[in-house]
């Protein structure tokens, strides 16, 4: 299960400010959507250059134009770059060819997404990765619930990564779904301490992987 770090509504020195401290506790990092609007590509290839060993998912969320936008992320040095859900199945496929091409891969936020149908679909294109999002607005009315993961629940092949304000309280009832990513922003972001944060969410993610494997032996 990995810890993917999403950097969002923040200032170029504070995403960086950010990764140096949490760096040995992260696995992926997320660079967002409003960071990405703030600042173009040029910020993927800093923190590329920066931290060149760890995987780079750019939250493009690509609703048209798959081709183009697809490559900008991979030739700025993203490894992951997203795509909605809703957007057309050509603009999908022409995300996964490029990606083949840059040897990445192509996540699909599900979010607004209500129907196991449109999963079927996007596997049926070549998807493997797909993000459960409880969007920001969504979060004003609660916290994550089960009924996200039915969207999910007994499909097989799939990657599944969930978002939506997640900390270290609301962790465990999450972990219990086992998704094979977390996404996580403010409950990093926003902290006083942000290196002892994500040390807690990494510890926190590692001791219930024991404890499963333990519980399956």
């Keep these: 299960m990995k810890l993917q770090l999403a950097l969002d509504r923040l200032s170029h020195d504070e995403c960086l400010d950010i990764l140096a401290e949490t760096s040995e506790s992260i696995d992926w990092i997320e660079i967002g959507t409003g960071v990405i609007k703030e600042y173009g590509m040029s910020i993927v290839k800093e923190i590329r250059r ?5 995987p780079i998912v750019t939250d493009m969320k690509t609703c048209d134009a798959g081709k183009n936008e697809a490559a ?3 030739q700025a040095g993203a490894n992951i770059t997203t ?3 809703f957007a057309s199945d050509q603009t999908i496929s022409d995300m996964l060819n490029v990606a083949l091409e840059h040897e990445g ?3 699909v936020d599900l979010l607004g997404v209500t129907s196991k149908q449109r999963i079927t679909q996007l596997q049926e294109l070549g998807v493997d990765l797909v993000s459960l999002h409880f969007g920001k607005d969504m979060q004003q009315n609660g916290n994550i619930t089960g009924d996200i993961f039915e ?3 007994g499909i097989s092949g799939l990657e599944v990564a969930v978002a939506g304000g997640i900390t270290l309280d609301s962790l465990p009832n999450i972990l219990s779904y086992d998704p094979t ?3 996580v922003g403010g409950g990093i972001t926003k902290q006083n301490n942000r290196k002892l944060a994500a040390a807690q969410l990494k510890e926190a993610i590692q001791k219930y992987e024991r404890s499963d494997s333990n519980s399956r032996s």
């Design 50 to 54: 920066t931290f060149p060993e760890t």
């Design 72 to 74: 900008q992320a991979f």
């Design 83 to 85: 795509v909605m859900a």
């Design 105 to 107: 891969r192509v996540m």
């Design 151 to 153: 969207l999910v629940n």
């Design 181 to 183: 990513t977390l996404i």
